[in-house]
T-cell receptor, first 111, second 112 residues
Framework: EAAVTQSPRNKVAVTGGKVTLSCNQT?????MYWYRQDTGHGLRLIHY???????EKGDIPDGYKASRPSQENFSLILELATPSQTSVYFC??????????FGPGTRLLVL | QQKVQQSPESLSVPEGGMASLNCTSS?????YFWWYRQHSGEGPKALM?????GDKKEGRFTAHLNKASLHVSLHIRDSQPSDSALYFC????????????FGIGTLLSVKP
C-alpha cells in the first residue's frame, strides 16, 4: 500500500505566525498535492508539484506557499497565518490521472 | 472553471439496503471520474474510477457513467455499517494539468 505521512497531525498557531506543514511519500510518485477540507466545500487544491523543484498554484493558492525540495517531501507554508486558514489539510501523491494516495491529514487551528 | 456537483449532500440507508450517489461535471472534457471514500478521522481513499459509458462493478460497488449527460453515479448494494463515510466524486480533466476536481461529498450513514 502506498504510504503518505504528514506532520504535525495537529497544530495550534497564532494569527500572524508562520506555519509549516510537512508531507513525505515513499511511493516514488512524481506528483504531490496539498488540499484543504472544509465542510460545504469538499477538497480544494492549494498547490501541487510535478517533481522536485517544481510547484504549481492550485485553485486556492492565496496565503500559501509550497516547497518541493525532493521527490519524497512536499511542504505547505503559511507565512502569516490567519483564522480563515483554520482547516484540515491533506497531502496526496499520485501519477497524473491515476489514483491519488492521501495522508492522514493535519488539523490546523489558527487563534 | 470546471466544477463537479454531487447529490445528495447526505443519505441514510438501512443495513442491507442500496445507496445511490450522484455526480455531474460542468465540463464535458473530462477523461475519468473517480470515487473516493473517507472514514471519519482518516484521509480519502480511492474506491474506483470509470471512463467508459456504462457500468463498472467492483464487489458491492457499481459505478455508472453517462457521458452524454456528464453524469456518474455510485451504487452500493447490501450496504454495511462500515460503508458509513463521506464519499467524494472527482473528475480528471487532462486540460487542467495533472489534477482532480472534487465535489463537496455525500455523507452516507448506514443504520444497523
Amino acid at each position: 500500500e502506498a504510504a503518505v505521512t504528514q506532520s504535525p497531525r495537529n497544530k495550534v498557531a497564532v494569527t500572524g505566525g508562520k506555519v509549516t506543514l510537512s508531507c513525505n511519500q515513499t511511493n516514488n510518485h512524481n506528483n504531490m498535492y496539498w488540499y484543504r477540507q472544509d465542510t460545504g466545500h469538499g477538497l480544494r487544491l492549494i498547490h501541487y508539484s510535478y517533481g522536485a523543484g517544481s510547484t504549481e498554484k492550485g485553485d486556492i493558492p492565496d496565503g500559501y506557499k509550497a516547497s518541493r525540495p525532493s521527490q519524497e517531501n512536499f511542504s505547505l507554508i503559511l507565512e502569516l497565518a490567519t483564522p480563515s486558514q483554520t482547516s484540515v489539510y491533506f497531502c496526496a501523491s499520485g501519477t497524473g490521472g491515476d489514483t491519488q494516495y492521501f495522508g492522514p491529514g493535519t488539523r490546523l487551528l489558527v487563534l | 472553471q470546471q466544477k463537479v456537483q454531487q447529490s445528495p449532500e447526505s443519505l441514510s440507508v438501512p443495513e442491507g439496503g442500496m445507496a445511490s450517489l450522484n455526480c455531474t461535471s460542468s465540463d464535458r472534457n473530462f477523461q475519468y471520474f473517480w470515487w473516493y471514500r473517507q472514514h471519519s478521522g482518516e484521509g480519502p481513499k480511492a474506491l474506483m474510477s470509470i471512463f467508459s459509458d456504462g457500468d463498472k462493478k467492483e464487489g458491492r460497488f457499481t459505478a455508472h457513467l453517462n457521458k452524454a449527460s456528464l453524469h456518474v453515479s455510485l451504487h452500493i448494494r447490501d450496504s454495511q455499517p462500515s460503508d458509513s463515510a463521506l464519499y467524494f466524486c472527482a473528475a480528471y480533466y487532462g486540460s487542467s494539468g495533472n489534477k482532480l476536481i472534487f465535489g463537496i461529498g455525500t455523507l452516507l450513514s448506514v443504520k444497523p
